[in-house]
């Protein structure tokens, strides 16, 4: 697929996607928690199992998580070929924000129910200004988030 083909992946499909992906993470989390009771030790499961599906279902799935497949789009490289640094910045990125703006809302509002939702906003403040639909994993690992051919 050459680049000029290329068209922008819908902020909506990317947001329900993310709730897809979101959903397994979740569940694999969950599971794996049982077998571990310590408090730092699950963040860091959790943070581990983050980037283990989403780095390495993009690496392997040629740009694509389960979510995005069901919605048909794709991570590519803004210039040439999609490489593992390239998709590990990206989900760190993606990651680390996260934490970060989640705590620093979590402790501004505390409360917990609506910091996750407020942060997804912020995500998608983001994608709608930015004219390619990039959010900030994107903006700094120099991707793209693209429908695919058969959308």
Known sequence: MKKQNLSKA???KRFLADVIDGCIIALLSFILF???KNTMAEQMLGLSIFLVYDAGLTYLNSGATLGKKIFKIKVVAL???LILPQI???SLTNAIASLVLLYALLQFTG???YAPLM???LFILIMVIDFKNRALQDLVARTWVVKTKSS
């Open 10 to 12: 819908p902020v909506y």
């Open 34 to 36: 049982f077998a571990v």
């Open 79 to 81: 210039h040439g070929r």
């Open 88 to 90: 590990v910045v990206m």
């Open 111 to 113: 409360n917990a129910w």
């Open 119 to 121: 942060c997804t906003g």
